[in-house]
Nanobody, 119 residues
Framework: QVQLVESGGGWVQAGGSLRLSCAAS????????MGWFRQAPGKEREFVAR????????YYADSVKGRSTISRDNAKNTLYLQMNNLKPEDTAVYYC????????????WGQGTQVTVSS
């Protein structure tokens, strides 16, 4: 099994920044990708960003492109999301997820960390 623990959420004013972290532990081998998702109240969970674990190649949702940077530390099995110029519409619970090789879905999820952006 894999355990994912997010941290770094909080309250910030619009225009501010936050850095989310996600520490992976357990059977952290054969990772294909890790990603960030978010879910706002009353809305479905949506994709934010993902990163290829071996190459570091990132991919972003249009809603955060240009304002966020996803990165990883392979040695620490830790995923990051630097979010800048935050907007009230970024308010959500942010989840990290892990996908293993030879799978197409994210099988492992963290418990989430709340991000609240006030106007």
């Amino acid at each position: 099994q894999v355990q994912l623990v997010e941290s770094g959420g909080g309250w910030v004013q619009a225009g501010g920044s936050l850095r989310l972290s996600c520490a992976a532990s357990g059977r952290t081998f054969s990772i294909s990708a890790m990603g960030w998702f978010r879910q706002a109240p009353g809305k479905e969970r949506e994709f934010v960003a993902r990163i290829n674990w071996s190459t570091g190649s990132p991919y972003y949702a249009d809603s955060v492109k240009g304002r966020s940077t996803i990165s990883r530390d392979n040695a620490k099995n830790t995923l990051y999301l630097q979010m800048n110029n935050l907007k009230p519409e970024d308010t959500a619970v942010y989840y990290c997820a892990l996908r293993k090789v030879l799978t197409i879905q994210y099988d492992y999820w963290g418990q989430g960390t709340q991000v609240t952006v006030s106007s």
